[in-house]
């Protein structure tokens, strides 16, 4: 499990902890219900237990004032994370290009992080802007993020603070919904972006903005990266994408990601035929690590169906090769920062015990997912239950290839 692809958050929003700190001599307990608290702690990164490289999102302002401000918060942000690194050179390392990226994971034996941006208000409104911060290592960039903004329209999850704070965006969804698309301004700078030699992240767009914006990468070529929205079939609802567009994502050479988190994935007004499968589910319980081995298989299953689509030839499917199937990863993503809470145990109360008739837990049992130092608890369970997570092992090296091609067509190449 390489690649961590949704952004960790530092500072942006300090009220949920900063992340990337020691605390190693004062161990909080934590539970995989920590809504509001960063549990994104360095000795959880330390050693690379169940995942190597992690992409720290820089989080953009929501309503910056100025240019220059929209640009100091996203380099304060940067900062932090590069004092903390320089602090702790003998662990942890930041790749600034995919073959640095590679160079650190096969040389040593770091913790390599990844820049990316998250919401980009103001910061992207010239190729120079572009330039500017694919100089600065960003990998890629989410334009938009929870507001709609001068890009286009943001998906707003259900939920009223996610109204609340995307309040425009609820009244254009009354009164002018047809208008919630990308903005001239929004197709302009995904070209800027993008030619500049960073990546272009179609999360957090409504499904309007995204076909727009599906629409100018397949028309100029772009690769697109869809690193943390839902699959529809299951989570029926804004921020969640349709099958339609989950196999244009895979046409055009991107991939699709899933939360690796059963919390966030537990199903709303599921399509009926996807209804069914939680119902055959063997003792399925809600947001365990049952619903994200559901939802993960059935997306396996779905690439499964649509390979020739996605890949555009004919081949069996036992024939494809290492790099055909390369193409078909799925990502892993998951929101330590403060945000939502992690896969709940199967067996974390005493009637759960009981009731499966086994005699021993161990700690993924009895507590799930509380950060980031169990992941490779969670792929231990899922490898003894004989899920095929080489897809997820292989969306690092489908990461690569995208950004060492959007570097290698870009107008400052590496
Ligand atoms: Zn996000």
């Not at 707003?156 to 919630?180: A, D, E, M, Y």
């Not at 700690?363 to 169990?374: A, K, N, Q, S, V």
Request: net charge positive; glycine share 8%.
């Amino acid at each position: 499990m390489d690649l961590q692809i949704h952004p960790t958050m530092h500072i942006r929003y300090g009220f949920f902890g900063n992340g990337l700190e020691w605390i190693s001599d004062k161990k909080p307990k934590l539970k995989y219900k920590h809504l509001l608290t960063n549990v994104n702690y360095a000795d959880y990164f330390y050693q690379n237990k169940g995942a190597r490289i992690f992409v720290i999102g820089l989080i953009g302002s929501d309503s910056p004032t100025s240019r220059k401000k929209a640009q100091q918060s996203i380099l304060d942000q940067m900062s932090y994370v590069e004092r903390f690194v320089a602090e702790n050179a003998d662990k942890f390392s930041i790749g600034r290009t995919a073959k640095e990226v590679r160079q650190l994971v096969n040389e040593t034996d770091k913790t390599v992080f990844i820049f990316s941006i998250e919401g980009a208000k103001k910061l992207i409104s010239s190729m120079e802007d572009a330039e500017f911060w694919a100089e600065k290592g960003i990998a890629y960039i989410t334009p938009i993020h929870l507001e709609d903004c001068e890009y286009g329209g943001a998906g707003i999850r259900p939920g009223l603070s996610t109204n609340i704070i995307n309040i425009k965006g609820v009244f254009r969804k009354i009164f002018i919904p047809k208008k919630r698309g990308l903005t001239p301004l929004g197709k302009q700078a995904i070209s800027w972006m993008y030619k500049a030699g960073m990546m272009v992240d179609v999360t957090h767009m409504t499904d309007q903005s995204r076909h727009d914006a599906l629409d100018v990468m397949g028309e100029n070529g772009f690769t697109p990266l869809a690193t943390h929205d839902h699959f529809k079939p299951f989570y029926n609802k804004p921020r969640s994408i349709d099958t339609n567009d989950v196999i244009r994502i895979y046409q055009l050479g991107g991939y699709m990601s899933l939360a690796c988190n059963g919390y966030s994935l537990i199903p709303k007004k599921p399509y009926p035929e996807y209804k069914k499968l939680i119902k055959e589910f063997p003792n399925y319980e809600s947001g365990t690590i049952d619903t994200y081995q559901l939802v993960y298989e059935t997306l396996l299953g779905f690439i499964r169906k649509h390979y020739r689509e996605m890949l555009n030839q004919n081949t069996s499917f036992s024939m494809l090769t290492e790099q055909d199937l390369t193409r078909l990863s799925v990502g892993m993503q998951s929101d330590f920062n403060g945000w939502v809470n992690h896969t709940k145990p199967k067996y974390g109360s005493k009637k759960a015990q009981r009731k499966s008739g086994k005699t021993s837990f161990n700690r993924f049992d009895l507590e799930g997912l509380p950060h980031p130092g169990y992941l490779n608890d969670q792929w231990e369970e899922l490898k003894a239950r004989s899920v095929d997570l080489n897809p997820i092992l292989r969306s690092s090296e489908r990461f690569l290839q995208i950004w060492e091609k959007v570097q290698s067509e870009s107008t400052l190449k590496p």
